[in-house]
């Protein structure tokens, strides 16, 4: 019998993007698994791809609909891509919640927010401790990140033992938390690790990764040189980097004063889970409106040009009192994540209008990265000796490249990305089924999926317009006819407006047509959705989107 | 009366962003210049901002209302930031086009698109060779960049030599078209250079610039290690690295095939314009199919992830009847434009898929810039020596640092963005006036300003949806009441639709109002779109954009 159990491996979000990780591990006979998932991230909306849209999160109805066999969810780390989902997505999971104290502390928060048990989240000490979920044994692993308490997964299971990298680097000194253990990982790996599963999203970056402990210098030194006002901005979790910016403020002899509530709320969250000792003294907004300029830093949230966040309202004007000027510095402790080019340029343009001396990751003195570089991912391999290598968290290009990467050291690899389920049980990976996999979207207040063609059409209606035309028949008379342009330029060339011009088009085409086209509703409507397009089309080059509604009198 | 004379410089645009270039440079006493206008560009509109939209050009009113004071357009390369709009703006300008006869055919292709009158557009040699236009005389100055017969422009003018750089760089071997002369650049500078107008974009590179010519070598290795098809992309216009792809193609003993229009059309211009000689030969599609695929390079155009072009296409599967598949090798020989990493990234993922090595800008191996560093604007401004530089065609940052980098060696500048008119009369530049300037959109066969609230409405459209009211109304009784709602969520939680919830709130909301509402329309329209609006919110979390034809029967 148990020759039939196996050990199987489900990327549901995060094996096909940076962002939305969720992975799923089975074992046990085919349809009898018992499952832990690992992570419930989100990943964010664009105008480009899901306008109007909230959040997006990975498409869990494959757990769910086995969510009587999920035996625990694992939480890595506190970053959004791995724990955002959790409060909007718990609901059809249901099973217990296991994180260190300050990951925990963070996805309370989140079980909170969606109004969510939040007993279910439960404590867990790092590795050798163990939690005990169905047939699987898991044990968290520190390891550097850019954020406390980030974990990798050891989780034995009848058939091996797995370790799930989480998000990670190689920092022997990352300010706050726990530095990468090569001792501790040699310990790991000693009775043999069969399959490591792990972190892709650097294996471009071809040199070795810096330590997070390489840039307090270089920033004391910034703020030091600087003589208007101080703002720094960075992301609000990586709490060893408002360290080090705060201790620069100070050692610069400026009082520092943190703007942004979701900075305050990590801050705190670090000290609830006693991650945070020696965050120097601050000053609150009214105190900091007293200080001189060049005696003040200001750290402030949105580093990737977030539209509502204090670096946009900055770079618009005004943010709670504060007005920049020429002199001032304005600091950019962050690297722009791909997408957010054109969000970030915006409001550095901005501020160079203001005469603000922008310090961006143009250089690389102020900002290291949070993940293993391709040199780091090989050390990682390399320690862990695993009988395979799975790639995860990363598009496919990363997946690809550091699956190959591994096979050139002489490691078994598969790349397997979101919906493909892979079977670890024997020595070599092998890809056994594809499961549907997909997105939600949240809208408004409402979980939507992806290929549910709400944003499609909202999509459309940006690009083409939109003409709504209201029609009212009595048998084969036509009695009014109003049409209402909308996202449509007038058209140059018009005396009359475009609306008018369509009105009296309909209208013709209307009272030229048959009384059997005027008696049904479809051809009426086919009529005027031809007669609407071919105007608008010769007016001005455009093809709506139409909306035709016919009311008939009786 | 004639030092009433004076010298303006007015950017309305490229002084801004990159992109969309157009300068004007004035003489004369106030309200009497003669002006000449120095390129006309486009940009390009993306999902975030202009969705919908063809075509960006800076807002030519300011000379277009003074046209008939223009005495000449001089184009100084054929890129599309600096020669895309002549042909849809020239109506409105009405003046002799000078170019160099690459740029000029270029020029005439556009002219020709928009039924413009070819004569109007006039080859002329370069320096020494001059062109007489009011009080300008104006030279063009060849400069390296990656496109042939790319040049500043020497303006000499009553109140000294301006020296307009054009987009360059400092390469001594272009490989195709001239090099950059500093001979050349010092002879032009000899008598004294009162301004200079100076190219900007690579600001922020730190390092010197690297020849074109520094590429075939790693090209052709790259081409000669490859086992599979090879597939390589790169602008159209940069004919050099064309020839430099196909040259490598050839090496390796492949045969090359250009696929793609726009190659296909610069390569012919090339060669009627007298700057390309000895391409290497090609196959045609016909025979490229007949070739075995280790044999055949592809050079393709699409660098930029543009949707409908040959990259894309074999991204998505196939193009011309060729499929992508395990090793074979894809050469991006182009760096990303900042706003397009999402478009190209899904590119190199798709191809990831089909087992394709993606080769990309992560290396600088294939690629160089067509723009000046930091170190080499140094040098332009050492060569030059001029009396003042005002930076163009950047983002604000960019200009801010490149004037701030003239200050920094003792040369006086200003920021002059887009719509700012700038004295250059006497030794130092000084700020007159500010113009209202702006963009026009190409929507469709239209031509709307990015003020008007066209694309503002579609956005909204995009971000809230919409619904979609007819009602009918008889005095104060409700006929009939319809509801279509556009881009929105169903409500996940109804029975029935959003429409139905909506038809049926909308109908009682009409039904318990008052007789006076009924009969005004504004309020009827008030009450309609409160309650929408509210409903909405409660079922679904939105509030959309509301359409409400109130349709009166008499």
Chains 1, 2 share one sequence.
């Not at 009775?191 to 997070?212: M, W, Y």
């Not at 001032?328 to 005469?355: A, C, H, M, W, Y």
């Not at 102020?366 to 290598?389: C, F, I, Q, W």
Request: charged share 25%; glycine share 10%.
């Amino acid at each position: 019998m148990s020759s039939n159990n196996r050990l199987i491996f489900l990327p549901l979000g995060g094996a096909g993007e940076i962002g939305m990780n969720m992975y799923l591990y089975g074992y046990g006979p085919r349809n009898k698994e018992r499952f832990i998932l690992v992570d419930a991230g989100v990943t964010f909306p664009d105008m480009e791809s899901t306008p109007g849209v909230d959040l997006i999160f990975a498409d869990p109805s494959y757990i769910a609909d086995r969510a009587d066999r999920l035996d625990g969810i694992f939480i890595t780390h506190a970053h959004e891509d791995h724990v955002g989902a959790i409060g909007h997505l718990y609901g059809l999971l249901n099973a217990p919640v296991y994180a260190r104290r300050f990951t925990a502390t963070v996805t309370r928060a989140k079980m909170e927010d969606q109004g969510r048990d939040l007993d279910q989240v439960i404590d867990v000490a790092a590795w050798p401790d163990k939690v005990k979920a169905g047939p699987f044994e898991v044990s968290f692993m520190p390891v550097a990140h850019s954020i406390p308490e980030a974990s990798g997964l050891v989780i034995d299971t009848p058939a091996g033992r797995i370790v799930h990298s989480g998000d990670f680097k190689l920092d022997a000194d990352p300010i706050i938390g726990e530095p990468f253990d090569p001792v501790l990982m040699r310990e790991i790996a000693r009775g043999g690790v069969h399959a490591l599963i792990c972190d892709s999203t650097n294996v471009f970056s071809q040199k070795p990764g810096r330590s997070e402990s390489s840039l307090p210098e270089a920033i004391t030194e910034l703020v030091k040189d600087s003589t208007g006002l101080v703002v720094a901005t960075t992301f609000a979790s990586n709490i060893a980097r408002l360290k080090t910016l705060a201790d620069a403020g100070i050692a610069a002899g400026r009082s520092v004063c943190v703007l942004g509530r979701a900075m305050q709320n990590m801050l705190r969250y670090g000290e609830m889970a006693g991650v945070l000792h020696d965050f120097p003294p601050t000053v609150d907004l009214d105190d900091a409106h007293d200080i001189p300029r060049d005696r003040l830093m200001l750290l402030v949230t949105g580093s990737q040009g977030e539209r509502r966040a204090a670096s946009a309202q900055l770079a618009n004007g005004k943010y709670l009192g504060f007005t920049l000027r020429e002199g001032d510095t304005f600091l950019f402790s962050s690297k722009t994540i791909p997408g957010n080019e054109t969000s970030v340029g915006r409001i550095i343009n901005s501020l160079s209008e203001q005469g603000v001396d922008v310090i961006d990751d143009h250089s690389d003195k102020y900002h290291v990265s949070g993940h293993a570089n391709r040199p780091d991912l090989e050390t990682m391999h390399k320690l862990m000796a695993p009988k395979m290598m799975i790639p995860m968290h990363g598009e496919h290009r990363h997946l690809r490249a550091h699956s190959l990467l591994a096979r050139s050291n002489g490691i078994a690899s598969e790349i397997v990305p979101n919906g493909t389920m892979v079977d670890l049980t024997d020595d070599l990976p092998q890809i056994i089924d594809h499961i549907e996999t997909g997105r939600l979207y949240l809208d408004g207040s409402v979980k939507i999926g992806a290929m549910d063609g709400v944003v499609r059409e909202r999509l459309r209606m940006a690009i083409r317009g939109v003409v709504a035309v209201s029609l009212v028949l009595e048998g084969k008379d036509v009695v009014g006819v109003w049409v209402e342009p909308m996202g449509l330029p007038e058209g140059g060339l018009l005396d009359a407006g475009l609306a008018d011009v369509l009105e009296a088009e309909v209208e013709r085409a209307l009272n030229g047509t048959t009384a059997k086209v005027l008696k049904n509703d479809d051809a009426c409507e086919e009529l005027v959705h031809r007669t609407v397009t071919k105007y608008c089309n010769d007016l001005v080059g455009k093809k709506p989107i139409t909306q035709i509604m016919i009311n008939r009198l009786v």
